[in-house]
């Protein structure tokens, strides 16, 4: 199949061309080329007026539609797949939360004995946020499973994955975090996140092998002038940062101020809670009730945001809205979190010999087309 007259997202830019695919991409023409190299005979599709990006990459990704990969459920882990598809992300990482240690053996049994269906998403990897944070910024983790980091449990559950544990969040001030962050280091990327710790404790876990950052600005210290922290480190050490821009974790001015900051090491991620999708009231994140109103997750009772309720689309849509480049936007929500996750070679970018993951959007980024595999499901 063909799509044509298309503004394709290639490299780290719009350009005006053509892709040709089957289950992977097997050909991009670009500008003069952009008519002459599609072959007749093709099925074709006239994509003129609109922008063909890669399909979205959600690293940071807990629950939706009253579904959490927490719970272990394949049955719900299809139906978030369904609704992460819909709305253009083709590969999505489930992300526990702080959780006995049995349960997060299920949640990723569950995500590695996943089958996708035509109509989803795939799974790329799994994200394990906790359980070595800091009590003092556990946010709406559940402060009954919080532990000191624990080398042989992560062991445990790297094994349980069979390599499908990417990523895992941890407070570096914790007692035994840096021996931790070594060895870990080998298996999985390290993030740092719900922490207190200072800049010198920063710098000291990136020199172990840390790379990353959990939704930046959120659970971690203020960026300050005389303790600049977490964030300071993370510019220093050339770290990756997570960043949700729902409107609500983050003002916009300070959504543009991690762009400028982090630049190309900027990732978007929706950090969803299993409300997302669904109508405002009452629902739970790892034990704990929260509720949505308005848009708004929170622990019941109380002002602490729990996850949001945005699709990653939501988030591009916001991050271009709020002043970032369309083409930066789409960069930090596709190409750098495969480049992360260390599947770029498979996914997050329109290049000949990966998999034909791709969105059609028009000019207000509304979705008209979703590929997976080279398959259209939407």
């Given at each position: 199949?063909?799509?044509?007259?298309?503004?394709?997202?290639?490299?780290?830019?719009?350009?005006?061309?053509?892709?040709?695919?089957?289950?992977?991409?097997?050909?991009?023409?670009?500008?003069?080329?952009?008519?002459?190299?599609?072959?007749?005979?093709?099925?074709?599709?006239?994509?003129?007026?609109?922008?063909?990006?890669?399909?979205?990459?959600?690293?940071?990704?807990?629950?939706?539609?009253?579904?959490?990969?927490?719970?272990?459920?394949?049955?719900?882990?299809?139906?978030?797949?369904?609704?992460?598809?819909?709305?253009?992300?083709?590969?999505?990482?489930?992300?526990?939360?702080?959780?006995?240690?049995?349960?997060?053996?299920?949640?990723?049994?569950?995500?590695?004995?996943?089958?996708?269906?035509?109509?989803?998403?795939?799974?790329?990897?799994?994200?394990?946020?906790?359980?070595?944070?800091?009590?003092?910024?556990?946010?709406?983790?559940?402060?009954?499973?919080?532990?000191?980091?624990?080398?042989?449990?992560?062991?445990?559950?790297?094994?349980?994955?069979?390599?499908?544990?990417?990523?895992?969040?941890?407070?570096?001030?914790?007692?035994?975090?840096?021996?931790?962050?070594?060895?870990?280091?080998?298996?999985?990327?390290?993030?740092?996140?719900?922490?207190?710790?200072?800049?010198?404790?920063?710098?000291?876990?990136?020199?172990?092998?840390?790379?990353?950052?959990?939704?930046?600005?959120?659970?971690?210290?203020?960026?300050l002038h005389r303790a600049p922290g977490l964030i300071a480190a993370g510019v220093d050490a050339g770290a990756e940062a997570e960043l949700i821009v729902d409107g609500l974790h983050s003002h916009p001015a300070m959504v543009r101020l991690a762009h400028k900051m982090f630049g190309e090491n900027l990732i978007l991620i929706s950090d969803s809670a299993r409300c997302a999708g669904m109508p405002d009231g009452e629902y739970e994140l790892g034990g704990i009730p929260i509720e949505l109103k308005e848009?708004?997750?929170?622990?019941?009772?109380?002002?602490?945001?729990?996850?949001?309720?945005?699709?990653?689309?939501?988030?591009?849509?916001?991050?271009?809205?709020?002043?970032?480049?369309?083409?930066?936007?789409?960069?930090?929500?596709?190409?750098?979190?495969?480049?992360?996750?260390?599947?770029?070679?498979?996914?997050?970018?329109?290049?000949?010999?990966?998999?034909?993951?791709?969105?059609?959007?028009?000019?207000?980024?509304?979705?008209?087309?979703?590929?997976?595999?080279?398959?259209?499901?939407?």
């Amino acid at each position: 199949m063909i799509i044509k007259n298309a503004e394709v997202f290639s490299g780290n830019r719009f350009q005006r061309g053509s892709v040709e695919f089957d289950e992977r991409f097997q050909a991009l023409y670009l500008d003069d080329a952009a008519e002459s190299g599609v072959h007749t005979g093709e099925e074709v599709l006239d994509a003129k007026g609109c922008y063909l990006i890669p399909g979205l990459v959600d690293i940071h990704t807990h629950a939706a539609v009253d579904a959490d990969a927490s719970d272990g459920d394949i049955e719900g882990l299809h139906r978030m797949s369904k609704y992460y598809a819909a709305g253009g992300v083709t590969t999505f990482f489930p992300t526990t939360l702080t959780l006995p240690e049995e349960q997060l053996r299920k949640a990723i049994r569950a995500a590695r004995e996943y089958v996708r269906e035509k109509d989803e998403a795939r799974i790329g990897g799994v994200h394990l946020e906790g359980p070595f944070i800091n009590m003092e910024k556990r946010g709406a983790q559940n402060p009954d499973y919080i532990k000191t980091p624990d080398l042989d449990m992560f062991k445990r559950l790297a094994d349980e994955g069979q390599g499908l544990v990417k990523f895992i969040t941890l407070a570096p001030e914790t007692e035994g975090a840096i021996e931790f962050i070594e060895e870990a280091s080998k298996d999985c990327r390290v993030s740092l996140g719900h922490t207190a710790c200072d800049y010198e404790t920063a710098m000291k876990a990136f020199g172990a092998g840390a790379t990353h950052l959990t939704h930046l600005y959120n659970a971690m210290p203020s960026l300050l002038h005389r303790a600049p922290g977490l964030i300071a480190a993370g510019v220093d050490a050339g770290a990756e940062a997570e960043l949700i821009v729902d409107g609500l974790h983050s003002h916009p001015a300070m959504v543009r101020l991690a762009h400028k900051m982090f630049g190309e090491n900027l990732i978007l991620i929706s950090d969803s809670a299993r409300c997302a999708g669904m109508p405002d009231g009452e629902y739970e994140l790892g034990g704990i009730p929260i509720e949505l109103k308005e848009g708004k997750a929170t622990i019941k009772g109380s002002d602490t945001i729990a996850g949001s309720a945005i699709h990653l689309m939501d988030g591009l849509r916001n991050a271009a809205q709020f002043g970032i480049p369309l083409e930066k936007a789409v960069y930090a929500a596709t190409t750098r979190p495969a480049i992360s996750a260390g599947i770029d070679d498979e996914v997050g970018s329109i290049k000949e010999g990966l998999l034909a993951d791709m969105v059609l959007l028009d000019r207000d980024l509304s979705v008209k087309a979703v590929f997976v595999g080279g398959e259209r499901i939407k």
